[in-house]
């Protein structure tokens, strides 16, 4: 076995391995990939020195293999090194499972064995293949050509990324093809350069191919890791309830400085019956990457006993989280307990934007949000009056979603004591909005998110807890008397940005705020009295994509018009000409006597004019069957003859044609068309569509 061929083949396999950096990173698939083609070499090295090892081969390349990964992915499972049933049981659920688990989480995924031990087997199966297929080199690699294209279903590549990927694996299929030849020179090292330019040329056309403008379409588009089953209460619909216990610890957390909110759900569908959660959850990966303009800060979350339930005390952009391994959903910012997840206590990084108030003041909303425009059920007529009177008339910007804010606040008290009102749905909304102007923050935070929906602004409902004011050593102490439900606004090029219509009457005593929240209040003072409001003026730059922003309906990209326009051509030539002959022909054969024999005559010179035989006006049959004889053979040229004869008989022997004389004369086309059905595939295609049979001859 060549050598050279086979560093070429081990080196495009390893390639394939480690082009699923994106989903890991490098660093933890170097090691078991690099180590897995390396005792694949090993192992032909051996059967080429011990030829009895020869049939061996692909047993010895897998078990060597497998022994490699268990000592680089799996050791502190070993015993000295040697396998316990604990490192088989991993190694059976990495094969089987782990390329789903890494599909339901964030990227870069946790390189725990469970997750990562799928690809370095994946690795391990193309060797054994294409070891086994070497003596065919290309056919070699389609092993390694199929565990690159699962790479890239996973996470593609574009950019410059995309092409030094494709020169690397380009690089080595080269090597694979030169060392399979049996001689080699200078003068052979086209299949080198053509196999390299291939792959780039490919790797470019596959990345630029996106017609819609929608990005690469993944495996783990849709997939999401599932919930364990439990029945508890929305934290919404436990708010008057944690009133009513006020002095019940929840939880504690130690952090810099006392943190603003933290959330547990996020709601965002409604039914005009109550707010439920779109939730899509992913196992949470070594780390999400941070925002671009964030600050990142960390807390240390100690839970309580009163916290039911799969939710988790989180931020709106979490990062990371120590201690635990729970769900993720990123669009919310929602952290769910997994199945396995136990602990009490973790760390939890996150990153929050940073903008001023005066650009907040301004901003634009984004009404692209998911799950910001969504439903709001039957509007009762009241409401839908006092709706458009809660902004004053503004167009949907964070300045209209500030004045909606202030509108509640001023038209509106929090409920305090024992009678506390309860519910969500348009009924409980339509009293606190109409009749009794008082309720909790689950009423506020309700009523601002159907309000602003019904204004074009894009909300949402989250439901948690202010970050306390009580303190305990380093530690600040979250109890029942915390819990919140607030609104959120996305704003275009921000996110989604809290705020809180009760917040002037229940947050004496709290800490100032920092950060994003420090610009909402900033931005809220700035406010203009209602008589003085005007729409802000928009930049330039956000005028002109406000301008050019597409409808809700969703834009045709100019590639998919060039598309439609140069395919609906080539599709209707391509179906079209096969099908008018096809047409004409029926329609000729449907002709009785003369006629019939006549449209048998132009059946036979349109189907040899579509074969590019020479056909002219006033050939006789005679000329045209010699004609035809040098391009689909003797038999052809002798039916053309014996339908010249029927040709003749019609025309001039003075004779009635019966129908029995058009039958024979199709006989003679049908034998014609047999002719030229043996003739080359493409010659047949070529004439197929050729659409100078469908224009008559001059």
Not at 137 to 163: N, W
Not at 410 to 430: E, K
């Amino acid at each position: 076995m060549n050598r050279v061929a086979v560093l070429g083949l081990l080196g495009a396999t390893a390639v394939s391995g480690l082009l699923f950096a994106p989903v890991f990173g490098l660093g933890p698939l170097l090691a078991p990939v690099l180590a897995v083609v390396a005792a694949g070499y090993v192992c032909v090295e051996a059967a080429a020195r011990w030829p009895r090892l020869a049939g061996a081969r692909p047993l010895l390349v897998a078990l060597a293999g497998l022994l490699v990964v268990v000592e680089v992915v799996l050791f502190p499972t070993t015993v000295a090194g040697l396998p316990t049933a604990e490192t088989f049981r991993l190694l059976w659920h990495g094969a089987t499972d782990g390329w789903l688990l890494t599909l339901q989480s964030t990227w870069p995924a946790r390189p725990v064995p469970e997750q990562l031990l799928f690809v370095p087997l994946a690795v391990l199966a193309a060797t054994v293949l294409g070891v086994e297929l070497l003596a065919r080199p290309l056919v070699a690699l389609l092993p390694s050509l199929a565990l690159a294209g699962l790479s890239q279903a996973y996470h593609a590549f574009d950019g410059m990324t995309a092409v030094l990927a494709a020169a690397g694996y380009g690089a080595c299929a080269a090597v694979l093809v030169w060392g399979g030849r049996t001689r080699r020179s200078i003068s052979d090292a086209w299949p080198i350069v053509l196999t390299v330019v291939a792959t780039l040329v490919g790797t470019l056309a596959v990345a630029g191919a996106d017609p819609l403008d929608r990005g690469p379409v993944s495996l783990k588009d849709g997939r999401l890791a599932p919930m364990r089953e439990t029945r508890t209460t929305s934290p919404l619909q436990q708010i008057a309830h944690r009133l009513s216990t006020p002095d019940t610890e929840v939880f504690r957390y130690r952090a810099g400085e006392p943190v603003a909110l933290w959330r547990l759900a996020v709601l965002d569908g409604f039914d005009g019956a109550g707010f439920s959660s779109d939730v899509r959850p992913s196992r949470l990966g070594s780390e999400i990457a941070t925002p671009a303009g964030t600050t990142t800060s960390t807390a240390e979350v100690v839970l309580g006993t009163d916290l039911s339930g799969p939710w988790l005390p989180s931020q709106a952009i979490p990062l990371d989280v120590d201690g635990l391994a729970p769900l993720v959903d990123e669009n919310t910012g929602v952290l769910l307990r997994d199945a396995d997840t136990g602990a009490g206590e973790y760390r939890l990084t996150w990153a929050e934007p940073e903008v001023d108030a005066a650009t907040l003041g301004a901003a634009p909303v984004d009404a692209r949000a998911r799950g910001g425009l969504g439903d709001v059920g039957v509007v009762p007529p009241e409401v839908d009056r006092l709706a458009k009177d809660a902004v004053a008339g503004l167009r949907p910007t964070f300045q209209s979603a500030l004045q909606l804010d202030r509108f509640l606040r001023s038209n509106y008290r929090l409920a305090v004591g024992d009678d506390l009102p309860t519910g969500h749905g348009w009924s409980q909304l339509r009293r606190f909005l109409v009749e009794t102007k008082r309720g909790t923050s689950e009423q506020f935070a309700a009523a601002y998110v159907v309000l602003a929906r019904m204004n074009g602004i894009p909300a949402r409902l989250a439901v948690g807890f202010r970050g306390g004011t009580e303190s305990d050593g380093a530690e600040h102490v979250v109890r029942n008397r915390d819990v919140l439900a607030w609104p959120e606004v996305a704003v275009r090029g921000v996110g989604w940005i809290p705020l809180d219509p009760t917040e002037s009457a229940a947050s004496a005593g709290a800490a100032a705020r920092t950060g994003l929240g420090a610009a909402v209040d900033q931005a809220r003072r700035q406010l203009p009295p209602e008589r003085d409001l005007r729409p802000p003026v928009l930049p330039e730059d956000e005028r002109a994509d406000t301008a050019a922003e597409p409808d809700s309906s969703g834009g045709v990209s100019w590639l998919v018009v060039t598309a439609v326009v140069a395919g609906v051509p080539l599709v209707a030539w391509l179906l079209g000409v096969p099908l008018a002959t096809a047409v004409r022909a029926r329609r000729r054969r449907a002709r009785a006597g003369t006629a019939g024999v006549l449209g048998a005559w132009a059946e036979v010179c349109d189907r040899l004019r579509g074969h590019g035989v020479a056909f002219r006006v006033g050939m006789t049959p005679r000329d045209l069957a010699a004609v035809t004889a040098g391009v689909a053979g003797h038999d052809t040229g002798r039916a053309i003859r014996e339908l010249g004869r029927v040709v003749d008989m019609a025309l001039w022997s003075g004779v009635d044609v019966a129908d029995g004389h058009a039958r024979q004369a199709w006989q003679r086309v049908a034998e014609v068309r047999r002719g030229m059905a043996a003739r080359p595939a493409r010659a047949r295609l070529r004439a197929a569509v050729n659409p100078r049979v469908l224009i008559r001859p001059r």
